[in-house]
């Protein structure tokens, strides 16, 4: 009876597999990502600077946090990214990402002249009636 052997055989087959496989999935996605996000930087650069009569409509947030174990030692870390919609004159809207400070000093209904590149803020400047 060799049936130790054989599970034994299985494993040191299936296992690599499994792992290689895996590898896979992770390095993949990760070239995926960079990928995209070049992509985009470079769409970005190619579209030409645009400064449009616009109207603040919504602000949101995403907060992201992840929590890292070392030793005994628990860390946590959280981020936030800032996200604002404008409505241009012809009624299209865009929501854009912009830094927090940005982001603070602008309240829904603002009236102004909004300036992006592609999916990039630039800035927004507002128009006191």
Do not use: C
């Not at 290689?20 to 070239?31: A, C, D, Q, S, W």
Request: net charge positive; glycine share 8%; no cysteine.
């Amino acid at each position: 009876m060799n049936l130790p052997n054989q599970s034994f055989d299985i494993m040191f087959t299936i296992v690599p597999i499994f792992i290689g496989i895996i590898f896979i999935i992770v390095f993949g996605g990760i070239i995926f990502t960079i990928i995209k996000v070049a992509s985009q930087w470079n769409n970005n650069n190619k579209q030409p600077v645009l400064t449009v009569n616009a109207k603040v409509v919504s602000k949101r947030d995403e907060v992201s946090s992840r929590r890292r174990h070392n030793d005994d030692h628990v860390s946590h870390r959280t981020s936030t990214t800032y996200y604002t919609t404008f409505e241009v004159e012809s009624g299209d809207r865009m929501e854009l990402q912009m830094s927090g400070e940005q982001f603070g000093i602008l309240i829904e209904g603002d009236l102004g002249k909004l300036t992006f590149q592609g999916t990039r803020f630039k800035g927004f400047e507002r128009v006191i009636k």
